[in-house]
């Protein structure tokens, strides 16, 4: 139990945030310490070695070597300057012949650090030049020494002579200053370390927060919202995004609600009405004609039912992907003549004159069936709501890249603010007085016609004035232009 809560702990975001912070301030206080320590040891060796060459030159006007290959120093003894420079000269020094015999040394030179061999000695006076080496002594302390030829004055002879400086000061300087970072690094990893765990909670405490409010949205109060926390920030972006995401499902969620509401209410208004009729029948008939007629009106109730169902299921099935659309290349012209031609004599019976306007041959990648069902819908509204006298026109025309059929009826038209609404499921514009006798519809029919054209790839459109008509406009994507769809459809339409 603790492993797993320890294994949460270290997955947490504060918990990485804060070893990221450990692990850069870590890596960038070593890489300091490393290369800090580098220079400060190549730049205090620097400064022995230009020591070192300024003792040598100071040597040169100090040591004279004779005929009897006596070297000898002249320097006034009571002059503290002079005598402290020869002294410092001095300090680790040796002297020797042109074959490598010590002549004049240190203590330093000869028990410490050990004369130069003759091999050397001579190697340094056949080549003419200065030379530099580091050597160690018996207690591995370094030294720079450097060594070169002076000659005697009287035969221009050549002598050996070496003199150096002890780097061991140079190296306290370097290990007292590894020692300081060596305590200041695990500080500053620590400091780091604390910042970094201060900050990542500072900057993930309005997550907690957000996490909470979100916690209290629940299918029953989706209409709280994650109050916004001004800033401007990324969070901010997040809570927006999250606002209006719980937005959308409220809205979802309401036509669900609305859905089965309005399902129930359109099932028990037929349930209803075919219980009264049975009752009629089972209480009040006195004769065969009057237990015909009460089984008549139950039998077109029991139709009217099924009928809700049967679109229900089929616009479910069809909401939900189930209903594949067969496409197929097809004729729309002939298709909509077709249709016209089935609502020639309703058309007729409703006194509402029925025109067409069609291109001769208009192709279309569609599937008919679900063509004819919205061409019939449309028609069938347009007829149903326009009264006697009134008048339906059919058209279809190329509007690359669409192609629009329209239905336009000199109908009722419809109140303004019905419009929105009026591709949802079961909605209808109440009974007006100037309709009072009209067939009551489903309020599925928009739905379909809603669907079809969007399973097309296209989109449908009303507009209407009421007391004048109404115009239903579908766009479908004519062929050519079939695989731009998706970037060209017309925004914000049924
Ligand atoms: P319904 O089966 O009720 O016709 P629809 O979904 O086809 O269902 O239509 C929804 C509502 O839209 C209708 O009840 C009607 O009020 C309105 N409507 C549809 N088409 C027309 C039209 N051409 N003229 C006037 N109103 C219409």
């Given at each position: 139990m603790?492993?797993?809560s320890?294994?949460?702990?270290?997955r947490?975001?504060?918990?990485?945030?804060?070893?990221?912070?450990?692990?850069?301030?870590a890596?960038?206080?070593?890489?300091?310490?490393?290369?800090?320590k580098g220079r400060?040891?190549?730049?205090?060796?620097?400064?022995t070695?230009?020591?070192?060459?300024?003792q040598?030159?100071?040597?040169k006007?100090?040591?004279?070597?004779?005929?009897?290959?006596?070297p000898?120093?002249?320097?006034?003894?009571?002059?503290?300057?002079?005598?402290?420079?020869?002294?410092?000269?001095r300090?680790?020094?040796?002297l020797a012949?042109a074959d490598?015999?010590?002549?004049?040394?240190?203590?330093?030179?000869?028990?410490d650090?050990?004369?130069?061999?003759?091999?050397?000695?001579?190697?340094v006076?056949?080549?003419?030049r200065?030379?530099w080496?580091?050597?160690?002594?018996?207690?591995?302390q370094?030294?720079?020494?450097?060594?070169?030829?002076?000659?005697?004055?009287?035969?221009?002879?050549?002598?050996?002579?070496?003199?150096?400086?002890?780097?061991a000061?140079?190296?306290?300087?370097v290990?007292?200053?590894?020692?300081?970072f060596?305590?200041?690094?695990p500080?500053?990893?620590?400091?780091g370390?604390?910042?970094?765990?201060?900050?990542?909670?500072?900057?993930?405490?309005?997550?907690?927060?957000?996490?909470?409010?979100?916690?209290?949205?629940?299918?029953?109060?989706l209409?709280?919202?994650?109050?916004?926390?001004?800033?401007?920030?990324?969070?901010?972006?997040?809570?927006?995004?999250?606002?209006r995401?719980?937005?959308?499902?409220?809205?979802n969620?309401?036509?669900?609600?609305?859905?089965?509401?309005?399902?129930?209410?359109e099932?028990?208004?037929?349930?209803?009405?075919?219980?009264?009729?049975?009752?009629?029948?089972?209480?009040?008939?006195?004769?065969?004609e009057?237990?015909?007629?009460a089984?008549?009106?139950?039998?077109?109730?029991?139709e009217?039912?099924?009928?809700?169902?049967?679109?229900l299921?089929?616009?479910?099935?069809?909401?939900?992907?189930?209903?594949?659309?067969?496409?197929?290349?097809l004729?729309?012209?002939?298709?909509?003549r077709?249709?016209?031609?089935?609502?020639?004599?309703?058309?007729?019976?409703?006194?509402?004159?029925?025109?067409?306007?069609?291109?001769s041959?208009?192709?279309?990648?569609?599937?008919?069936?679900?063509?004819e069902?919205?061409?019939a819908?449309?028609?069938?509204?347009a007829?149903?709501?326009?009264?006697?006298?009134?008048?339906?026109?059919?058209s279809?025309?190329?509007?690359?890249p669409?192609?629009?059929?329209?239905?336009?009826?000199?109908?009722?038209?419809i109140?303004?603010?019905?419009?929105?609404?009026?591709f949802?499921?079961?909605?209808?514009?109440?009974?007006?007085?100037s309709?009072?006798?009209?067939?009551?519809g489903?309020?599925?029919?928009?739905?379909?016609?809603?669907?079809?054209?969007?399973?097309h790839?296209?989109?449908?459109q009303?507009?209407?004035v009421?007391?004048?008509?109404?115009?239903?406009?579908v766009?479908?994507?004519?062929?050519?232009?079939?695989?731009?769809?998706?970037?060209?459809?017309?925004?914000?339409?049924r």
């Amino acid at each position: 139990m603790r492993f797993r809560s320890a294994r949460r702990f270290s997955r947490g975001l504060r918990f990485r945030l804060t070893a990221s912070y450990a692990v850069f301030f870590a890596v960038v206080l070593i890489a300091v310490a490393v290369l800090s320590k580098g220079r400060l040891e190549s730049s205090l060796d620097d400064q022995t070695r230009l020591t070192v060459e300024q003792q040598w030159a100071a040597m040169k006007g100090y040591l004279r070597i004779q005929g009897d290959r006596q070297p000898r120093w002249f320097f006034d003894r009571n002059d503290p300057d002079e005598s402290y420079i020869v002294e410092q000269i001095r300090r680790v020094y040796m002297l020797a012949s042109a074959d490598g015999a010590p002549l004049q040394w240190s203590t330093v030179y000869r028990e410490d650090l050990g004369f130069d061999s003759p091999a050397d000695i001579r190697r340094v006076l056949a080549s003419g030049r200065p030379s530099w080496a580091l050597r160690q002594d018996r207690r591995k302390q370094p030294y720079l020494i450097r060594a070169g030829l002076v000659y005697d004055e009287e035969h221009r002879r050549p002598y050996y002579v070496a003199i150096g400086r002890s780097l061991a000061p140079n190296r306290a300087i370097v290990r007292g200053y590894t020692w300081i970072f060596a305590g200041i690094i695990p500080l500053g990893i620590f400091c780091g370390s604390l910042m970094g765990w201060v900050a990542a909670g500072r900057a993930l405490a309005p997550v907690k927060e957000v996490a909470r409010a979100a916690q209290r949205i629940s299918g029953s109060n989706l209409s709280l919202r994650i109050p916004s926390r001004e800033a401007g920030d990324e969070l901010d972006y997040l809570i927006e995004t999250f606002n209006r995401m719980i937005e959308r499902l409220e809205r979802n969620f309401q036509q669900i609600r609305q859905f089965s509401t309005d399902v129930s209410h359109e099932l028990r208004t037929p349930i209803t009405a075919i219980r009264g009729q049975l009752e009629v029948a089972l209480f009040n008939a006195q004769n065969t004609e009057q237990y015909r007629e009460a089984a008549l009106n139950a039998l077109q109730d029991t139709e009217r039912l099924s009928q809700i169902v049967r679109a229900l299921l089929l616009l479910s099935r069809a909401e939900s992907g189930q209903l594949a659309l067969q496409r197929a290349r097809l004729d729309v012209a002939a298709v909509v003549r077709d249709v016209v031609e089935q609502f020639g004599i309703p058309a007729e019976a409703a006194g509402v004159r029925l025109s067409t306007s069609l291109p001769s041959h208009c192709e279309v990648t569609a599937d008919r069936v679900q063509i004819e069902r919205m061409v019939a819908n449309l028609l069938s509204n347009a007829v149903k709501y326009t009264p006697s006298g009134g008048e339906v026109r059919v058209s279809l025309r190329r509007m690359p890249p669409w192609i629009e059929l329209a239905v336009e009826d000199t109908g009722c038209g419809i109140p303004p603010q019905h419009l929105p609404h009026i591709f949802e499921r079961f909605h209808r514009v109440p009974e007006s007085a100037s309709q009072p006798n009209r067939e009551k519809g489903l309020g599925l029919g928009l739905s379909f016609v809603s669907w079809i054209a969007k399973a097309h790839g296209g989109s449908v459109q009303v507009a209407s004035v009421p007391g004048r008509g109404s115009r239903f406009s579908v766009l479908l994507p004519a062929p050519a232009a079939l695989s731009q769809t998706a970037a060209a459809q017309p925004a914000a339409k049924r």
